[in-house]
């Protein structure tokens, strides 16, 4: 029976049999001892791990310390808020700052630490209704909805999200479109920030 672990782009938790490529957490324990998902979050620090790094290993799945969560690729991860982890992903972690930082300072926010820059975030995953903005001009790595569903933005197309993988795409629409990717991290992929994104169902490597 899959555990509730993965993270689909709008932030849900659920249970696939599918696979992550990379882990995460959201700051402590979110499971009863039953394994159910009880809350959203344990604090405002939602990370994205690799799945494997130097020779840490967890005892348990879903232990007491914290509830691993997985994530088909990192920009599912980066659309359900969450941003890369400063010990295990040290170099992404940097990058992702330094553009966050400047980012936001172009917009007046000054951000020093990464408790500062996990508040900005926070106030955006949580805000409605969500932002709305051109297909056109958003970043590759960002995900947006169309029909309920999410979609990400790649190479000039829309590509549908699934557990295991990407499934179809489209031409990008002409509207205006509900953004799922926050704004804050929207800026950080325009300035040139790579998200990895899943290729198993995409004509790219």
Same mark, same amino acid.
């Given at each position: 029976?899959?555990?509730?672990?993965?993270?689909?782009?709008?932030?849900?938790?659920?249970?696939?049999?599918?696979?992550?490529?990379?882990?995460?957490?959201?700051?402590?324990?979110?499971?009863?001892?039953?394994?159910?998902?009880?809350?959203?979050?344990?604090?405002?620090?939602?990370?994205?791990?690799? @799945?494997?790094?130097?020779?840490?290993?967890?005892?348990?799945?879903?232990?007491?310390?914290?509830?691993?969560?997985?994530?088909?690729?990192?920009?599912?991860?980066?659309?359900?808020?969450?941003?890369?982890?400063?010990?295990?992903?040290?170099?992404?972690?940097?990058?992702?700052?330094?553009?966050?930082?400047?980012?936001?300072?172009?917009?007046?926010?000054?951000?020093?630490?990464?408790?500062?820059?996990?508040?900005?975030?926070?106030?955006?995953?949580?805000?409605?209704?969500?932002?709305?903005?051109?297909?056109?001009?958003?970043?590759?790595?960002?995900?947006?909805?169309?029909?309920?569903?999410?979609?990400?933005?790649?190479?000039?197309?829309?590509?549908?999200?699934?557990?295991?993988?990407?499934?179809?795409?489209?031409?990008?629409?002409?509207?205006?479109?509900?953004?799922?990717?926050?704004?804050?991290? @929207?800026?950080?992929?325009?300035?040139?920030?790579?998200?990895?994104?899943?290729?198993?169902?995409?004509?790219?490597?």
């Amino acid at each position: 029976m899959p555990l509730p672990n993965r993270v689909d782009p709008f932030g849900t938790i659920f249970a696939t049999p599918h696979r992550g490529a990379f882990m995460g957490n959201r700051g402590g324990r979110l499971h009863d001892t039953g394994k159910t998902i009880v809350r959203r979050w344990a604090s405002k620090a939602w990370i994205t791990c690799l @799945l494997a790094f130097k020779d840490y290993r967890r005892k348990q799945v879903m232990g007491d310390s914290y509830t691993e969560l997985f994530f088909l690729d990192e920009a599912t991860a980066l659309a359900a808020g969450h941003r890369p982890c400063a010990e295990c992903r040290r170099a992404d972690y940097n990058r992702f700052k330094a553009l966050f930082i400047e980012a936001q300072a172009a917009q007046g926010v000054t951000v020093r630490t990464a408790m500062e820059m996990d508040a900005v975030l926070h106030r955006e995953r949580l805000a409605r209704p969500r932002v709305t903005a051109r297909a056109v001009d958003l970043p590759d790595g960002s995900m947006l909805v169309l029909d309920t569903q999410a979609w990400l933005k790649r190479d000039g197309r829309l590509w549908l999200w699934g557990p295991g993988g990407y499934q179809a795409d489209r031409p990008l629409p002409a509207d205006a479109v509900e953004v799922l990717t926050p704004g804050a991290t @929207l800026a950080v992929l325009a300035a040139g920030y790579a998200a990895h994104m899943d290729g198993s169902s995409a004509p790219w490597p």
